[in-house]
């Protein structure tokens, strides 16, 4: 089935630790978005991508990487300069058909919490 | 740049009763309106969506209005059934192919 994967579903961080958070997708889309959801919030864009070696920083970047070196594949790094991490992660694509805005597709996420 | 206001934040109804969620918009440019589903511990999923050139979309027992001159959209569920409770998030597009999203709908279908 065609579709978003990421991984893990939790992950824990120690204090001063980078961690990376996995997504794949076979959907064959061309952009990808990392956005960071807390408890009763909306969902807040970090960074996406809509093709492969570029990336553009969302609403709260700060403390965060990607990479793009494939399409399929768009990794998040949470470095330890994000300093309230814990949250729940997704990974989103999309299609880009010229002007007119696609829906996203989802993973099924990511619990980041701090050891 | 684009603001989504959402309510309720929370909503009780009795099933088979209807439940109706409404979202205003800031940017009068956008014009792409979607609707998502998000159950406990999972990634949203669409449920419906809307552009500006129509104003209602239904699905079953989903439909979607938008009313552009006062920029605002609601999602409203007939014959609400105990699976349909999740938290519900609307979205408008902002810059590029970007979205912004409103802050979710709890809503609790009571058997």
């Known amino acids: 089935d065609g579709g978003i994967t990421q991984s893990p579903k939790y992950l824990f961080r120690k204090e001063g630790q980078n961690v990376t958070l996995s997504c794949e997708q076979n959907l064959n889309h061309d952009a990808m978005y990392w956005y960071r959801q807390d408890p009763g919030q909306g969902l807040r864009l970090i960074y996406y991508?809509?093709?492969?070696?570029?990336?553009q920083k969302g609403d709260i970047a700060e403390g965060y990487s990607v990479s793009r070196e494939k399409k399929e594949s768009f990794p998040l790094t949470v470095t330890s300069a994000q300093k309230n991490p814990t949250a729940f992660y997704l990974c989103a694509s999309s299609t880009i058909t010229g002007d007119s805005n696609q829906p996203q597709h989802f993973g099924d996420g990511t619990r980041l919490s701090i050891l | 740049g684009e603001n989504v206001e959402q309510h309720p934040s929370t909503l009780s109804v009795q099933e088979g009763d209807s439940a109706v969620i409404k979202c205003t918009y800031s940017d009068s440019a956008s014009n792409y309106f979607p609707w998502y589903k998000q159950e406990l511990g999972k990634g949203p999923q669409l449920i419906i969506d809307?552009?500006?050139?129509?104003g209602e979309k239904k699905d079953q027992r989903i439909a979607v209005t938008l009313n552009k001159t006062a920029k605002h959209f609601s999602l409203h569920i007939t014959e609400t059934q105990p699976e349909d409770s999740a938290v519900y998030f609307c979205?408008?597009?902002?810059?590029?192919?970007?979205?912004?999203f409103g802050p979710g709908t709890r809503l609790s279908v009571l058997p």
């Open positions: 809307i552009r500006s050139n129509v």
């Open positions: 991508s809509q093709i492969v070696n570029d990336f």
């Open positions: 979205a408008a597009n902002g810059y590029g192919q970007n979205f912004v």
